[in-house]
Nanobody, 124 residues
């Protein structure tokens, strides 16, 4: 059974930074694409960033480009999201996901593996 555990969320003032981590267990993640998503209150879950199995390619939502950086350390079975210059509109629960199959796509579905989420709150 694959488990993903997010950490690093919290309360930060606008302009501040946070680094989220997503630690995987039950599977070696080195062959699988991974991604970050977020869900704000009253809104649907939305894509934030994704990374290929080896970190060779990344993708970002337009709203976070230039502020967020996705990375991974396959030796540690962990993915990261460095978030800089945070804005109140970044407030959300952040989820990590890993593809169930070794397909290098940035399309994630509920059939893939998901974490339980970590709250990020940005105050103005």
């Amino acid at each position: 059974q694959v488990q993903l555990v997010e950490s690093g969320g919290g309360l930060v003032q606008a302009g501040g930074s946070l680094r989220l981590s997503c630690a995987a267990s039950g599977r070696t993640i080195s062959n699988y694409a991974m991604g970050w998503f977020r869900q704000a209150p009253g809104k649907e879950r939305s894509f934030v960033a994704a990374i290929t199995y080896n970190g060779g390619a990344t993708s970002y939502a337009d709203s976070v480009k230039g502020r967020f950086t996705i990375s991974r350390d396959n030796a540690k079975n962990t993915m990261y999201l460095q978030m800089n210059n945070l804005k109140p509109e970044d407030t959300a629960v952040y989820y990590c996901a890993v593809k169930k199959k070794a397909i290098q796509t940035f399309q994630f579905t509920m059939d893939d593996y998901w974490g339980q989420g970590t709250q990020v709150t940005v105050s103005s």
